[in-house]
């Protein structure tokens, strides 16, 4: 029954219309999310030239396999189509506060992802932001979404004798912890197991017997650690040891990589890499707008595994460093550390608080992460991160 | 002519490969021989997607290339191999001839000592066959970029020997189990299909038409017996695999009604439940609730 995996010829000619119609439905898929490029935008035509408009359901069928890359698009995605191709009066269903068109990309991310929260959250943030506009003398604890707009001193990090403890810990742990072992081998001039192929080539030299022998061994791999540091008022008071922390890994570590978060997402790899100490400080001080002001841990977990997240792989230990308190809705934690903990290999919570007499993980932020945290530990200052030692190692 | 008859021709023919597929299922493999694009399949395990690149196989009349991942797997086992032993015959023998070496060492790394493994194989036959790289989440990072070249340029370079154009390109299916997260690289570059749990009527048309010895009645109360057991909290939901296998189980055990005998209805259940927990968990009255239910 063999049934020509010939072409098919086109059956439907495309007018420009509905190619213009395809594109924008592309354009704005990506908008949503969708990751789509030129390439889709040709093969989304010659799916329309296959199933053409007059089986819209067929167009559907065609476009979803073309367009999704996982469960989470598949999905999404009739939604999406529905609101696009249907008639405008069921457009309003889809995006529960939709958007100008001209508006950012990250804002309409933000509502798609709050669903219908939306309205909601963006009164919430505007109370916030007027009613304890106190400044920066007055007291705030606990949470809030207020950014910071003074500078903050990093002078500390250059503190050479602190700096050196860290340093030397650091340089400690990265030996010791413990390194992946691939099944993946590599050659080596000694060993156990012999390199066949390499063993083969070697001996057409001698005339086809095997003197010089090479060997193979399997390969260990370094642990990534990838650092989140909350950096808000709340761990304002710990928020030293832990940059000193992220400057120890970032070095000792080949490829490491840390983040400092408020109420953003910052990058601060390069910035801690700097050796010179007045450049360390004039770096740090440009992205430090906000620091020691309010958290937004889901958001800032979001923009993490929508930029970022794509960096981490099997050998990840993502270390997040807060102590829970967040203005967001906890609600929001748990599917943001799902994806993170899909990539990486374990996932790490340091909370200062834990450490404190009488203290529970009860707020609504931390109790919604625990079931994804491998491993939840106190840190409050630099012994307590060096008694970790044995914790992370066995990691 | 209109394209809904095709569909419905190509899930036509799926059915007489022993492929039961929804229409959106057919019409997207419709497609996936049309567009020269990778196929991405993911859904639970049990639930088919292996089958899809052997019915597609058997449509084609070609040859299925399977290529199961596992971690560690590399260049040697995916792509080729020189075959040693008789690499060092060869040289014995040259030994004995005059003939001059570098002719000696084009001969040594030549096509003739070459293994074809999965990956070759594939683009060099000469009718495209279906390749089918099973849970390539099982893979490492590395090997799935190496995949994601070979796919786009449909060629293999070998050092010793040059590099080996295809002749065909295969149609390419990929299973996933999510056990790791793909790069997004590969999935863009793939059509995508998620399978669900099959429905009631058509797990039941696959019971019907794999095991037809069981007949309509306890196919029925199997089904509907499986479909409940998935809506318990399972740790390992039971696939369709699981369905067959039990309905099996039970036309061995000359069960012709679940009721008929809860006893040996228990003791069968091992061909669904497959954790220590699952089995532990599911009691006599909550079987009994079950069977009930599916009567």
């Given at each position: 029954m063999r049934q020509a995996p010939a072409r098919l010829e086109p059956q439907f000619a495309i007018d420009t219309l509905l190619q213009t119609r395809l594109i924008e439905f592309i354009r704005s898929a990506r908008e949503n999310g969708f990751s789509l490029g030129i390439a889709e935008e040709i093969d989304a035509q010659r799916v329309a030239q296959f199933s053409?408009?007059?089986?819209p359901q067929h167009l559907r069928w065609g476009l979803r396999s073309l367009m999704c890359a996982d469960r989470d698009d598949w999905e999404r995605f009739d939604a999406l189509f529905n609101a696009y191709w249907r008639p405008v009066r069921t457009q309003r269903k889809f995006q529960p506060s939709p958007s100008a068109p001209g508006a950012p990309q990250a804002a309409q991310r933000e509502d798609k992802k709050g669903g219908g929260q939306g309205a909601a959250a963006e009164v919430d943030r505007s109370g916030v932001g007027t009613g304890r506009d106190a400044g920066d003398t007055g007291v705030q604890k606990g949470a809030s979404r207020q950014e910071n707009l003074s500078q903050a001193d990093?002078?500390?990090?250059?503190d050479a004798g602190q700096m050196r403890i860290v340093e030397d810990w650091v340089e400690h742990l990265a030996r010791r912890m413990r390194r992946k072992i691939t099944r993946r081998e590599k050659l080596q001039c000694q060993g156990r197991r012999i390199h066949m192929r390499r063993t083969v080539r070697n001996s057409l030299r001698y005339g086809g017997t095997p003197i010089q022998l090479a060997f193979r061994r399997r390969i260990r791999l370094q642990p990534r650690l990838v650092l989140l540091v909350d950096v808000s008022r709340s761990m304002a008071m710990y928020s030293t040891v832990f940059l000193r922390f992220a400057r120890g890994i970032v070095k000792a570590f080949a490829d490491a990589e840390a983040f400092a978060y408020h109420t953003r997402l910052i990058n601060i790899t390069q910035a801690v890499r700097q050796a010179d100490p007045i450049k360390l400080q004039h770096s740090l001080s440009l992205i430090s707008l906000g620091w020691s002001g309010g958290t937004r841990i889901a958001e800032s977990l979001t923009v993490f595994n929508r930029d970022?997240?794509?960096?981490?792989?099997?050998r990840s230990i993502v270390v997040i460093v807060s102590d829970g308190l967040d203005t967001d809705a906890p609600d929001r934690i748990p599917p943001q550390l799902e994806k993170i903990k899909r990539r990486c290999r374990k996932l790490v919570w340091l909370n200062p608080l834990l450490g404190r007499e009488g203290y529970e993980p009860l707020t609504g932020s931390m109790m919604a992460a625990l079931p994804f945290i491998d491993l939840f530990a106190p840190a409050h200052n630099l012994q307590s991160l060096i008694a970790l030692e044995t914790a992370l190692i066995a990691l | 002519m209109s394209k809904a008859p095709k569909t419905e021709a190509f899930q036509k023919n799926l059915l007489e490969a022993g492929y039961i597929a929804e229409r959106s299922l057919a019409a997207t493999l419709l497609l996936f021989t049309q567009l020269q694009r990778p196929l991405l399949v993911e859904g639970d395990a049990g639930v088919g997607k292996t089958e899809i690149a052997r019915a597609l196989s058997k449509i084609f009349d070609c040859p299925l290339i399977r290529l199961q991942c596992y971690e560690g797997l590399d260049v040697n086992t995916a792509v080729y191999e020189w075959n040693y032993q008789h690499q060092l015959l060869a040289i014995k023998l040259l030994e004995q001839t005059e003939i001059n070496p570098a002719k000696a060492e084009q001969d040594i790394f030549s096509e003739k000592y070459l293994l074809k493994r999965p990956l070759l194989q594939a683009i060099t036959e000469s009718v495209a066959p279906v390749l089918l790289i099973d849970e390539i989440d099982r893979a490492d990072e590395a090997f799935e970029a190496y995949l994601l070249e070979t796919l786009s340029d449909f060629q293999i370079s070998v050092p010793e020997l040059g590099t080996i154009k295809g002749r065909c390109k295969p149609y390419v299916v990929l299973t996933s189990n999510a056990t790791r997260e793909l790069s997004d690289a590969l999935r863009r570059r793939c059509l995508y299909y998620y399978i669900e749990y099959p429905s009631f009527d058509k797990e039941l048309r696959i019971v019907n038409t794999r095991l037809p010895e069981v007949g309509p009645q306890l196919a029925r109360q199997v089904v509907a017996f499986v479909q409940a057991l998935r809506k318990t909290d399972l740790r390992k939901n039971p696939g369709i695999a699981e369905s067959l296998d039990w309905a099996a189980a039970l036309l061995r055990l000359k069960v012709s009604s679940l009721d008929q005998d809860i006893e040996t209805v228990m003791d069968s259940l091992v061909c669904l439940l497959k954790t220590r927990e699952d089995s532990a968990g599911l009691t006599r009255g909550e079987v009994e609730r079950l069977v009930a239910g599916a009567l």
């Open positions: 053409g408009i007059t089986h990093f002078r500390f990090l250059a970022y997240a794509h960096r981490l792989n099997d | -």
